[in-house]
Nanobody, 118 residues
């Protein structure tokens, strides 16, 4: 059974930084990309950043220049990707989800809460 586990969320003041991590477990035949999405209360889930195995990235306009997605690494049979978030704003407050796309609906983590507030 495939699982994605996120970590690193929390409460941070505006202008602060957080680093989110995602690790997969279970059998995933081939990962071509990994990404981060977020969902704020009352809003739809939206793409934050995605990276392909080849290193191509795509960011939401709202996070460009502030967030950086790491390369996909493989450690002890786990595929891992991080999201470095700098200069955080209150509007970044949301539940952040790790995602592995597949020909179907893909795999999702359980989410980690990020709250930006003074």
């Amino acid at each position: 059974q495939v699982q994605l586990v996120e970590s690193g969320g929390g409460l941070v003041q505006p202008g602060g930084s957080l680093r989110l991590s995602c690790a997969t477990s279970g059998s995933i035949f081939s990962i071509t990309a990994m990404g981060w999405f977020r969902q704020a209360p009352g809003k739809q889930r939206e793409l934050v950043a995605v990276i392909t195995r080849g290193g191509s990235t795509n960011y939401a306009d709202s996070v460009k220049g502030r967030f950086t997605i790491s390369s996909i690494s493989r450690v002890n049979a786990k595929n891992m990707v991080d999201l470095q978030m700098n200069s955080l704003k209150p509007e970044d407050t949301a539940v952040y989800y790790c995602h592995v796309p597949t020909p179907g609906s893909g795999y999702w983590g359980q989410g980690t809460q990020v709250t930006v507030s003074s």
